[in-house]
Structures are given as C-alpha cells and as structure tokens.
C-alpha cells in the first residue's frame, strides 16, 4: 500500500477550473495504476479517470470526457486532475486510489486511498 494525500479542491463557479493533485509516498509509484474517483453526498463512489503507471493509457469516466485530464509525474510521486469548465454536478468529495498494476473503474481493485478533497461548483 501507499500513502495518498489530496489537495486542491475548493468552492468554484461554474465554469471554472480546478487541479486537483495527489501526492504518493511509501511504494514504488511507477507500479501502481492510480485513478481518481468522486462521491456526491448521498451517491455512490463513481470513477471519474484512471492513469497506467507509464502515463500512457488514461480512461475517463462518461460525464468528465473533454473536461477533464488526468496525468501524473512519476519523479515527484504526483498525479494531478486537471479540471476545466466545472458544472454543478462536479459537487463532490474527490479521492485519489492507487492499485496495482492496471486500471479499473471499480473501487474494488484498489487499495490505498487518500482523505479526498472537497470540490463544490456554484451555479
């Protein structure tokens, strides 16, 4: 397992951008599939985007395709989420998991997860 701490969330307008970003410590970050997931107050944890240990393979979730960019730096252990042109509907507790090997969009598969990080979207 490793340790995953969000930051970057906060309370935006619609329309604009946030990046959210996930530090990893305590494990071989190249090794790990990471991805980002989202839970809206009272919803289930939903997959929003998922990024290969080599960056190259990056699966996004139906509602954030074209908004949203998922990437990570392996030589500082980081994987960010570039988020543009916010909706209301962003509104939720954002957490980043690592898994090994490769991606899922099943919260299942992965075992190290962050605090999560509040993203709220104001209409």
């Known amino acids: 397992q490793v340790l995953l701490v969000e930051s970057g969330g906060g309370l935006v307008q619609a329309g604009d951008s946030l990046r959210l970003s996930c530090a990893a410590s305590?494990?071989?970050?190249?090794?790990?599939?990471m991805a980002w997931f989202r839970q809206a107050a009272g919803k289930e944890r939903v997959f929003v985007a998922g990024?290969?240990?080599?960056?190259?393979?990056?699966p996004y979730g139906d509602a954030v395709k074209g908004r949203f960019t998922i990437s990570r730096d392996n030589a500082k252990n980081t994987m960010y989420l570039q988020m543009n042109s916010l909706k209301p509907e962003d509104t939720a507790v954002y957490y980043c998991?690592?898994?090994?090997?490769?991606?899922?969009?099943?919260?299942?598969?992965?075992?190290?997860w962050g605090q999560g990080t509040q993203v709220t979207v104001s209409s």
């Open positions: 998991a690592a898994g090994l090997y490769y991606i899922s969009d099943h919260p299942f598969h992965y075992d190290s």
């Open positions: 305590g494990g071989n970050f190249s090794n790990y599939a």
């Open positions: 990024i290969s240990g080599s960056g190259g393979n990056t």
